[in-house]
């Protein structure tokens, strides 16, 4: 159940906890000084052998690195654990296992502590993450949000005023690049992979699809793109066509196909809600082609395009203790009972 109290107006420092996949992020947000200090201990390595995320095996690693990794970020902040009156902790979406270990030691910290916590959706977090600059975006804008498990379009008119225009239909596009990289024998996770790779091409040799752009309206689709791109080096390896240049030029094809369609599909959200913002967010924002393509989107457009730093795009606690912050101050918390929810919709968000 949510209460819903007086908003406070002392600074509150809050511990935001993010353990809601393969990355256990620490980091402490003051709400006048701004972000404090923040960690993150990536469990890669561990599920790289694996090709992708085992959910058991990170849930039982959140659970070791969870409290060292709060005792450490909170001595780098130079603060006292007494000092902190507010804790964040992703509770969706997510995997579940991954999800219950952070928000068990959150809602136990806040019980011995005798402070609220909150719950806080990790795709809030993500969109919210450029707000952590110097530089921020005002309200109302687009937001493109690009990370492993989603991919969408969504109107952010405030905290927690979120309209989904339009999502894909399939593969996220993180996924996808995720995909991809498998299927060319790259490592774990693939995007960066996939686009090390790309840079090493030199020729414009393939021409990939760009995904329902001659259907109107804003949904997505990256399914048939991965198999356009498995069918293409399936042919290549039979024509004995198999050189790292020929991975290369794949792998640039591909970065581009999605590129041009996410700018494609973000003009054409920025058209329809007539707004000349756009935010960028997720693991998937960190894409250099994505942001040149982006970037000379909005320059045509006198618009203007916000991204997180490159290590906020990932996965990380600030953002989660950013929302909170945001949310603890709008005097939101929940009480001991706490649910999570490996599926949770932007929509279902209270406003603040
Ligand atoms: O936001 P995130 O850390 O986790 C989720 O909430 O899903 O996003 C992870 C995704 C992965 O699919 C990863 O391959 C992708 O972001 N990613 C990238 C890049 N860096 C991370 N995709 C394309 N280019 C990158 N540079
Ligand atoms: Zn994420």
Same mark, same amino acid.
């Given at each position: 159940?949510? @209460?819903?109290?007086?908003?406070?107006?002392?600074?509150?420092?809050?511990? &935001?906890?993010?353990?809601?996949?393969?990355?256990?992020?620490?980091?402490?947000?003051?709400?006048?000084?701004?972000?404090?200090?923040h960690?993150?201990y990536?469990?890669?390595?561990?599920?790289?052998?694996?090709?992708?995320?085992?959910?058991?095996?990170a849930?039982?690693?959140?659970?070791?690195?969870?409290i060292?990794?709060?005792?450490?970020?909170?001595?780098?902040?130079?603060?006292?654990k007494?000092?902190?009156?507010?804790?964040?902790?992703t *509770?969706?979406?997510?995997?579940?296992?991954?999800?219950?270990?952070?928000?068990?030691?959150?809602?136990?910290l806040?019980?011995?502590?005798?402070?609220?916590?909150?719950?806080? @959706?990790?795709?809030?977090?993500?969109?919210?993450?450029?707000?952590?600059?110097?530089?921020?975006?005002?309200?109302?804008?687009?937001c493109?949000?690009?990370?492993?498990?989603? /991919?969408?379009?969504?109107?952010?008119?405030?905290?927690?005023?979120?309209k989904? %225009?339009?999502?894909?239909?399939?593969?996220?596009?993180?996924e996808?690049?995720?995909?991809?990289?498998? %299927?060319?024998?790259?490592?774990?996770?693939? &995007?960066?992979?996939?686009?090390? %790779?790309?840079?090493?091409?030199?020729t414009?040799?393939y021409?990939?699809?760009?995904?329902?752009?001659?259907?109107?309206?804003?949904?997505?689709?990256?399914?048939?793109?991965?198999?356009?791109?498995?069918?293409?080096?399936l042919?290549?390896?039979?024509?004995?066509?198999?050189?790292?240049?020929?991975?290369?030029?794949?792998?640039?094809?591909?970065?581009v *196909?999605?590129?041009?369609?996410?700018?494609?599909?973000?003009?054409?959200?920025?058209?329809?809600? @007539?707004?000349?913002?756009?935010?960028?967010?997720g693991?998937?924002?960190?894409?250099?082609?994505?942001?040149?393509r982006?970037?000379l $989107?909005?320059?045509?457009?006198?618009?203007?395009?916000?991204?997180?730093?490159?290590?906020? =795009? /990932?996965?990380?606690?600030?953002?989660?203790?950013f929302?909170?912050?945001?949310? $603890?101050?709008?005097?939101?918390?929940k009480?001991? @009972?706490?649910? =999570?929810?490996?599926?949770?919709? $932007?929509?279902?968000?209270?406003?603040i």
């Amino acid at each position: 159940m949510t @209460n819903i109290a007086q908003p406070s107006i002392a600074p509150l420092i809050t511990l &935001g906890i993010e353990s809601s996949c393969d990355e256990t992020g620490i980091a402490i947000y003051h709400s006048t000084k701004g972000l404090l200090t923040h960690r993150l201990y990536s469990q890669v390595e561990m599920h790289a052998e694996y090709g992708g995320v085992v959910p058991e095996l990170a849930s039982r690693d959140h659970i070791k690195k969870l409290i060292p990794l709060i005792d450490k970020t909170i001595g780098d902040a130079k603060i006292q654990k007494s000092d902190i009156n507010g804790i964040g902790y992703t *509770a969706g979406p997510g995997l579940m296992g991954a999800l219950l270990s952070g928000a068990a030691v959150a809602r136990s910290l806040a019980f011995a502590w005798q402070i609220p916590a909150v719950a806080i @959706n990790h795709m809030e977090g993500h969109l919210l993450a450029p707000m952590l600059e110097e530089d921020k975006p005002d309200f109302p804008f687009i937001c493109l949000l690009v990370s492993g498990g989603h /991919t969408m379009l969504i109107r952010v008119d405030d905290i927690g005023q979120y309209k989904l %225009l339009g999502e894909t239909l399939d593969d996220a596009a993180g996924e996808a690049f995720d995909k991809t990289a498998k %299927l060319l024998g790259l490592g774990y996770p693939g &995007g960066p992979e996939v686009s090390k %790779l790309a840079l090493k091409s030199n020729t414009e040799r393939y021409k990939f699809p760009r995904p329902m752009i001659d259907r109107p309206g804003l949904d997505m689709s990256f399914s048939g793109l991965k198999t356009f791109t498995r069918n293409t080096w399936l042919d290549a390896v039979q024509n004995q066509d198999n050189s790292e240049q020929t991975k290369a030029e794949i792998c640039r094809a591909f970065e581009v *196909a999605v590129a041009d369609t996410l700018r494609i599909k973000c003009k054409r959200a920025l058209e329809q809600e @007539n707004l000349n913002t756009l935010v960028v967010s997720g693991g998937v924002s960190a894409n250099q082609e994505i942001r040149n393509r982006l970037d000379l $989107l909005m320059q045509k457009r006198h618009g203007k395009t916000f991204y997180p730093r490159l290590e906020f =795009c /990932t996965d990380n606690g600030a953002m989660i203790a950013f929302a909170a912050s945001k949310r $603890l101050q709008a005097g939101e918390s929940k009480n001991l @009972n706490f649910a =999570c929810q490996p599926r949770w919709s $932007l929509e279902e968000l209270k406003a603040i």
